[in-house]
């Protein structure tokens, strides 16, 4: 029989996560970013099973986009980081794709493009993120003089820094820059990522762009939320092995992990070359016979090996979850000091992603 190492992409999470996200905003219109593979989830898989209720895509990059219209997915993507090199302005045009435009060389290439072969555009601007976008001061003005580019489809986009963090008044911040500069130009906008769909109500405006919670992952600090997100994958795998170590023994590279008793352990096949975090510390949890069991011992590339001395009968073939309905993403990325963002985007390209649906 094959590893059993998977990755379980949960299409009825994946719907109703979208659909919950998106009735927080029903003046606005939503649209799944399927960026880095739906981070990780597998972008064609995403995009054919939230088709019927994501009008649009949002992608990093066009390449990305290419690959859904190679999969005959045919809505209109948004491509977020805009055109890299000038021929990509055609390209979007072939494709359908809408271009994010955050700097001026890019809508020369624009204009270099053929007047009946030109994309639709959005324009980005920097609210206080710092990372891409026109400044505010400037927007007026390329409004103004890039008006012959501008159509009925063109919105003005800005990004959040801190929107998961409900304490954060710089959103307010955000918020409010834009808005004051935005307000003069009569363009549509478009603000809110996730966290900002739940947190920020104000943020809420003509497209809000849905990403890592339509996947299940962390979109507040607060405890407290009006909807409920489930889990999109479960990473999974299986025992390979079974052995009892008396007291005293260490466990794998560089023996970090020592048994103070004698202690049945359980090796499983998968490491960090299938994205489980090689940062993981001993005693991050995973689920076995209904039960939770620990990583004792550095992760392998290849295998892990977790601590089974509390649970009985534990067998070669038994099924571990990584993370998933039982074991919460983000408390495995708190183990490797990191987020579910990366945790998600890295599961590698030798775990299948098997598509239940329900
Ligand atoms: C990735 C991304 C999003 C989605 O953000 P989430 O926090 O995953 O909801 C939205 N807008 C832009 C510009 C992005 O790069």
Same mark, same amino acid.
């Given at each position: 029989?094959?590893?059993?190492?998977?990755?379980?992409?949960?299409?009825?999470?994946?719907?109703?996560? &979208?659909?919950?996200?998106?009735?927080?905003?029903?003046?606005?219109?939503?649209?799944?970013?399927?960026?880095?593979?739906?981070?990780?989830?597998?972008?064609?898989?995403?995009? %054919?099973?939230?088709?019927?209720?994501?009008?649009? &895509?949002?992608?990093?990059?066009?390449?990305?986009?290419?690959?859904?219209?190679?999969?005959?997915?045919?809505?209109?993507?948004?491509?977020?980081?805009?055109?890299?090199?000038?021929?990509?302005?055609?390209?979007?045009?072939?494709?359908?794709?809408?271009?994010?435009?955050?700097?001026?060389?890019?809508?020369? !290439?624009?204009?270099?493009?053929?007047?009946?072969?030109?994309?639709?555009? !959005?324009?980005?601007?920097?609210?206080?993120?710092?990372?891409?976008?026109?400044?505010?001061?400037?927007?007026?003005?390329?409004?103004?003089?890039?008006?012959?580019?501008?159509?009925?489809?063109?919105?003005?986009?800005?990004?959040?820094?801190?929107?998961?963090?409900?304490?954060?008044?710089?959103?307010?911040?955000?918020?409010?820059? &834009?808005?004051?500069?935005?307000?003069?130009?009569?363009?549509?906008? +478009?603000?809110?990522? +996730?966290?900002?769909?739940?947190? !920020?109500?104000?943020? %809420?405006?003509?497209?809000?762009?849905?990403?890592?919670?339509?996947?299940?992952?962390?979109?507040?600090?607060?405890?407290?939320?009006?909807?409920?997100?489930?889990?999109?994958?479960?990473? %999974?795998? +299986?025992?390979?092995?079974?052995?009892?170590?008396?007291?005293?023994?260490?466990?794998?590279?560089?023996?970090? !992990?020592?048994? +103070?008793?004698?202690?049945?352990?359980?090796?499983?096949?998968?490491?960090?070359?299938?994205?489980?975090?090689?940062?993981?510390?001993?005693?991050?949890?995973?689920?076995?016979?209904?039960?939770?069991?620990?990583?004792?011992?550095?992760?392998?590339?290849?295998?892990?090996?977790?601590?089974?001395?509390?649970?009985?009968?534990?067998?070669?073939?038994?099924?571990?979850?990584?993370?998933?309905?039982?074991?919460?993403?983000?408390? $495995?990325?708190?183990?490797?000091?990191?987020?579910?963002?990366?945790?998600?985007?890295? $599961?590698?390209? %030798?775990?299948?992603?098997?598509?239940?649906?329900?």
């Amino acid at each position: 029989m094959s590893r059993q190492t998977q990755a379980i992409i949960h299409a009825d999470a994946l719907l109703h996560n &979208f659909k919950a996200l998106a009735a927080l905003a029903p003046s606005s219109q939503s649209m799944a970013v399927v960026k880095a593979d739906a981070y990780g989830h597998g972008a064609v898989n995403v995009a %054919r099973i939230l088709q019927h209720v994501s009008s649009r &895509f949002a992608v990093a990059i066009i390449e990305e986009a290419i690959a859904l219209r190679d999969a005959g997915i045919s809505a209109p993507i948004v491509v977020l980081e805009g055109a890299h090199q000038a021929k990509e302005c055609q390209m979007a045009f072939q494709h359908n794709c809408i271009l994010v435009m955050h700097c001026e060389e890019q809508l020369t !290439w624009l204009e270099s493009c053929p007047e009946q072969q030109r994309p639709h555009i !959005w324009l980005k601007v920097d609210s206080g993120m710092h990372r891409l976008g026109f400044a505010l001061s400037d927007i007026e003005g390329i409004t103004a003089k890039y008006n012959h580019l501008l159509s009925e489809q063109t919105v003005i986009a800005t990004h959040f820094a801190c929107a998961d963090d409900v304490d954060n008044n710089f959103t307010n911040t955000q918020i409010d820059a &834009f808005n004051q500069v935005a307000s003069k130009l009569d363009l549509p906008t +478009s603000v809110a990522n +996730s966290p900002a769909t739940v947190n !920020w109500p104000a943020s %809420r405006n003509a497209w809000n762009r849905l990403g890592v919670g339509v996947y299940g992952g962390a979109v507040s600090t607060s405890q407290n939320l009006d909807i409920e997100i489930y889990p999109a994958m479960t990473l %999974r795998s +299986s025992v390979l092995a079974v052995r009892t170590i008396p007291a005293g023994e260490g466990i794998g590279y560089g023996q970090t !992990w020592v048994a +103070s008793k004698p202690s049945k352990i359980a090796t499983v096949g998968i490491g960090y070359a299938d994205g489980y975090p090689r940062h993981c510390k001993n005693g991050t949890p995973v689920m076995i016979r209904g039960k939770r069991a620990y990583l004792a011992g550095r992760v392998s590339m290849d295998m892990i090996t977790i601590d089974v001395t509390h649970i009985d009968n534990v067998a070669v073939g038994d099924e571990v979850e990584l993370w998933g309905q039982n074991v919460p993403i983000q408390e $495995v990325a708190a183990n490797a000091d990191t987020i579910d963002y990366e945790l998600m985007t890295r $599961v590698s390209q %030798r775990v299948p992603r098997i598509v239940k649906y329900l």
